[in-house]
């Protein structure tokens, strides 16, 4: 199985086969699983008839998906003694919520299993959990919490914001030797996009620019980027935008070389703001083109609170295109960005 | 198990009572749920309701609940008053949880609720810590933890099991066997028989979860060894989840065994009732006319009420 010929030019495709971000996904199970007989996937009702959400509906190697008891945490470990055993596990979970059950063994025994032992060993497990918010489903089935996991040395996190890179990604996961949190974003799963119907990866720690811009860089992953280049296309703004793919190996590079020419920094992070994604970005920026910034950097997350139920209350929670594009035009404008706008509680 | 056939008659009318409130309002939400006027998930409990009502006929006010995510039954027989779980689905202020916590996450201090979760298991540790509150503070509440026979798959079930026994604390767990992990039937989630596992750690009481006389009986039994000093203990409760596990829709998982005739909990207690002359037929339909009034009192005061603002994400 040499995963590595796969590997492909990091730039989406256009003029070709349009599928879902949820077929993608599936696509690349099912072709990792084919290229691969050591790759076998397993989770809470990952053989039920809902098939996560689609995504691994009617798969075409059905004897290598296995349903599991509620029971995430020994289910991690499980899946870590597989990896450490000779397979590949996808351990899969409907909800990231429902993973932090398993903290002990990700944090403790999956993020640490390389280094514990200088890497002698490989740990090729990719962990998928659904992300994000339902309808009303409040704090603890809303979270996305990917700079969290990121904070954790040993661990992966990948993204994906697009079908192309669903399953370009989900493919170099599996390919990966060491562990990788692969978070999707639920409000993703409907959107259509270009896909090859080859098997390909695209390489972990490499951003996608999602739009070309001179006076404002705004870096933006998963639902976010494509919430930020909505606006951005909407309004004909004049912004560099940025999807880092991954949030962790973070292509530092390609987001200060972009700073350096617009001066200007936003970060749009849908994840709780205290020592986040949002602050790390900022945080590196700021070590590595101090002298470029125009202003200080900004910082569009969630409040620093748990979600609420309500639909009242969660359309102000979350952000949506409008709100982002007027945060946008303010800070290229060099105006003052109302506080609703970068999240109420920030 | 012998079923017990006599009931005091205020027990019984009030196990009525408590069956049809729970039973007419998850009815009715069922039918405003495809409206979108409650836009939170629900896990509805008809078929269920007599393990929630039996169960707390025996609970007080200072007796602490904790709840997973199929709240709406139990919340509502330790006496969650109605309006404020109707506000609380309807997004409103007023809700029990001021809108933040949708259906599964209910509170009620008055009553003894002090919160509900919807990640599977983790609740069944904050039942022992009230038992392990009241062993330390000399007082006499019992904590009761509350839960499905999936719940049982978690590592925190047995640790708590174990902990609570071995502190001989006073907690009732009850386990609401409704035979389904969402789609998934116990046989692929439980290696284990439920009662017997637990009879390793505790007393272990079993009651028909669709016969609410048993439960109201077994739970009784329980609850009495629990305050007089003597320990946990484990009541599991078979029962029938009517419903899908989520939503408004039947339940239609084929062979699940449901049959609403015979299973109906409230169809059974109103046999007896009529049997024993406990109760007529034109008191029986009293109830159920009075149930009616109270949810459609209970839907105007959450339609009416206010919705909350967006400052109230303010940081607290
Ligand atoms: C830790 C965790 N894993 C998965 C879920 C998703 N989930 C919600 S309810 C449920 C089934 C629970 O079944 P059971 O405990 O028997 O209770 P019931 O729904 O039958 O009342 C599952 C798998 C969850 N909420 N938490």
């Known amino acids: 199985m040499p995963w590595s010929r796969f590997d492909s030019n990091y730039t989406a495709p256009t003029g070709g086969r349009r599928i879902t971000y949820c077929e993608a996904l599936r696509e690349g199970i099912d072709q990792a699983m084919g290229n691969d007989q050591r790759v076998f996937a397993i989770g809470l009702d990952a053989d039920d008839k809902f098939g996560v959400f689609g995504s691994m509906s009617n798969l075409s190697f059905p004897e290598r998906v296995l349903g599991t008891p509620i029971s995430e945490n020994a289910m991690t470990g499980v899946a870590l003694g597989a990896a450490l055993s000779g397979l590949r596990p996808i351990h899969v979970h409907l909800r990231v919520d429902f993973m932090l059950t398993a903290m002990d063994q990700i944090v403790n025994y999956v993020a640490k299993w390389q280094d514990m032992f200088d890497h002698q060993v490989k740990v090729p497990l990719v962990i998928r959990a659904i992300v994000g918010r339902g309808w009303g489903c409040g704090a603890q089935h809303s979270q996305t919490l990917h700079g969290w996991f990121a904070h954790i040395p040993g661990l992966k996190v990948v993204t994906p914001a697009t079908p192309y890179d669903a399953k370009g990604l989900l493919l170099s996961a599996v390919a990966d030797d060491s562990p990788v949190l692969f978070l999707e974003h639920r409000w993703l799963y409907k959107n259509t996009g270009d896909v090859p119907e080859a098997i390909y990866t695209l390489p ?7 739009h070309r811009g001179e006076r404002l860089t705004v870096v933006a992953s998963s639902l976010a980027a494509i919430h930020a280049l909505t606006a951005i296309e909407a309004h004909g703004l004049d912004v560099d935008l940025i999807d880092p793919r991954t949030i962790k190996p ?3 590079d390609t987001i200060v070389a972009s700073v350096q020419r617009t001066g200007k920094l936003c970060v749009v992070d849908y994840d709780f703001p205290f020592g986040g994604f949002g602050a790390e970005v900022c945080a590196a920026v700021t070590e590595r ?10 910082r569009i997350q969630f409040p620093d609170r748990g979600m609420p139920s309500s639909g009242v209350l969660e359309r102000a929670y979350y952000q949506t ?12 404008e060099g105006a003052p960005v109302a506080r609703d706008l970068i999240g109420a509680g920030a | 198990m012998e079923r017990p056939r006599t009931i005091r008659r205020d027990d019984g009318l009030w196990l009525l009572q408590r069956m049809r409130l729970i039973r007419q309002a998850s009815e009715r939400i069922a039918r405003l749920y495809p409206t979108d006027v409650m836009e939170t998930p629900v896990h509805l409990c008809i078929g269920q309701e007599a393990v929630a009502v039996g169960v707390c006929r025996h609970l007080t006010d200072a007796d602490k609940l904790f ?6 039954g139990p919340a509502l027989a330790k006496g969650l008053p109605l309006p404020k779980l109707m506000a609380e689905l309807y997004g409103r202020s007023t809700g029990c949880s001021h809108a933040f916590g949708g259906s599964m996450h209910l509170i009620d201090l008055e009553h003894g609720l002090p919160g509900s979760s919807a990640i599977v298991g983790g609740s069944i540790a904050l039942g022992v810590g009230a038992g392990l509150a009241s062993k330390l503070a000399g007082a006499d509440f019992v904590g009761v933890s509350w839960f499905g026979d999936a719940a049982t798959n978690a590592g925190v079930f047995h640790e708590s099991l174990n902990f609570a026994a071995l502190q001989r604390l006073p907690v009732l767990f009850v386990c609401e066997d409704n035979g389904y992990s969402n789609v998934m039937p116990k046989s692929a989630h439980a290696a284990f028989d439920i009662p017997s596992l637990a009879d390793e750690y505790m007393t272990t009481m079993t009651a028909d979860g669709t016969d609410v006389l048993a439960v109201h009986e077994q739970a009784g039994e329980a609850l009495a060894q629990i305050r007089s000093g003597g320990g946990p203990v484990f009541l599991h409760c078979p029962t029938k989840r009517w419903m899908k596990h989520q939503g408004h829709e039947r339940c239609d998982i084929v062979g699940n065994g449901i049959d609403e005739q015979r299973d109906c909990p409230i169809r059974k207690l109103e046999r007896v009732l009529l049997d024993t002359h406990l109760c007529g037929a034109g008191e029986l339909e009293q109830v159920r006319l009075s149930v009616e009034q109270q949810i459609d009192a209970a839907i105007a005061f959450a339609e009416s009420s206010p919705f909350p603002t967006p400052a109230q994400l303010e940081v607290v």
Do not use: C, E, M, Y
């Open chain 1, 204 to 210: 972990l720690g490499k951003a996608n620019v999602l």
């Open chain 1, 250 to 252: 973070l292509d530092l």
């Open chain 1, 289 to 298: 083109a101090f002298a470029s910034l125009q202003t200080p950097p900004t």
């Open chain 1, 321 to 332: 295109p409008d709100r982002l594009a007027a945060a946008f035009g303010a800070l290229i």
């Open chain 2, 67 to 72: 709840l997973g995510h199929r709240t709406h």
